[in-house]
């Protein structure tokens, strides 16, 4: 289909530019597009996605993916009551889910194929969807994002004026779409349509029995010593003053960073402009968004390193995945 589309599109543009005399517009305009789909969107893109991917490589190697996916396990025992916490299944979709709130869209996405293919090792009518499998598709597709990096990229590539500013709408939106999703599922899966029928139940045969896949995790990172868990708790401080501080009093914000900035900058160097106050719930939202990227920038690499992880070579690691990504 998407070759007759392609080729439709391509046609009735040169014949349209032939009957209406306007074939150099449309030479100029293939050349002016290709150039502008490697130079302003793929090469951005591209390097975005390699800073992302090398970032959040970090995330997976320190075992704060792992983390998450544990922070997961008492509600995803509510959502799958069929599958057991034991089953492999269980851990593939907790690492598929705490990977796409960070954004680890690349590592997400074996995660979900493998998961499927454990819960088809509980079908009893395979070929036909269970009530897990649709609750899974459903949360993955939906996904809460807690940094939406694919979204922001491609804003970045486009040059908008703040890409970062839909962080905190898009968390919201998007426990929005959960919620959505699984109650549709949860109510959908005991109208009769949906019911798998008892005759339907067969045992399966020896050749179509699946064995679940053993889920493969990074090396266990060092653990983390008192003096980097004060580390830690500074920095996650430091960027809760920053939030409150300009929730709460945002004139008395701007007026001190803009009298550090004089102190620390020349005074050729114009200050940052003040920003309009808004609304109280307007300016949570909006300094959200604004720390949610600093943060992670930051906390990532330095929780990583406080693990023993080396963070240079394991982010140039995840660059090359992000560049083979944006490639493919």
């Known amino acids: 289909m998407l070759n007759y589309l392609w080729l439709a599109l391509v046609t009735l543009a040169v014949l349209i530019g032939g009957a209406t005399g306007r074939l150099r517009e449309v030479t100029e305009g293939a050349f002016q597009m290709a150039d502008m789909a490697v130079m302003k969107i793929a090469l951005p893109l591209a390097g975005i996605m390699a800073l992302w991917l090398g970032v959040m490589r970090l995330a997976e190697q320190s075992g704060l993916v792992q983390k998450l996916a544990a922070a997961l396990r008492p509600l995803m025992s509510r959502l799958f009551p069929d599958v057991p916490a034991d ?11 705490a990977a796409n709130m960070l954004g680890l869209a690349n590592a997400a996405t074996p995660l979900g194929l493998r998961a499927m293919r454990d819960l088809e090792t509980l079908n009893r009518t395979p070929g036909t969807a269970t009530n897990a499998m649709c609750t899974f598709l459903a949360i993955n597709t939906s996904s809460i994002q807690l940094l939406p990096t694919t979204a922001i990229a491609i804003l970045a590539s486009q040059h908008a004026q703040d890409p970062t500013a839909i962080v905190g709408t898009a968390f919201l939106a998007t426990i929005c779409s959960t919620v959505a999703g699984v109650v549709a599922v949860k109510a959908m899966q005991n109208w009769p349509m949906f019911r798998v029928q008892p005759g339907a139940a067969a045992a399966v045969s020896p050749s179509v029995t699946l064995d679940p896949i053993p889920l493969r995790l990074p090396p266990a990172p060092a653990p983390l010593p008192a003096w ?43 200050a940052p402009a003040a920003e309009a106050a808004a609304p109280l719930p307007l300016r949570a939202i909006g300094m959200l968004s604004l720390l949610a990227v600093p943060f992670l920038l930051g906390f990532f690499p330095l929780y990583a390193a406080l693990r023993g992880v080396k963070v240079y070579e394991e982010f140039v690691e995840g660059a090359k995945e992000g560049f083979g990504v944006a490639l493919r």
């Not at 701007?254 to 114009?270: D, E, K």
Request: zero cysteines.
């Open 228 to 270: 980097g868990r004060a580390a830690l708790i500074l920095f996650i401080a430091l960027f809760a003053g920053l939030f409150f501080w300009q929730v709460i009093a945002p004139a008395a914000y701007q007026a001190s960073t803009a009298h550090l900035h004089r102190a620390i900058f020349p005074s050729t160097v114009v």
């Open 87 to 97: 089953h492999p299944a269980m851990g593939s979709m907790v690492m598929n889910m």
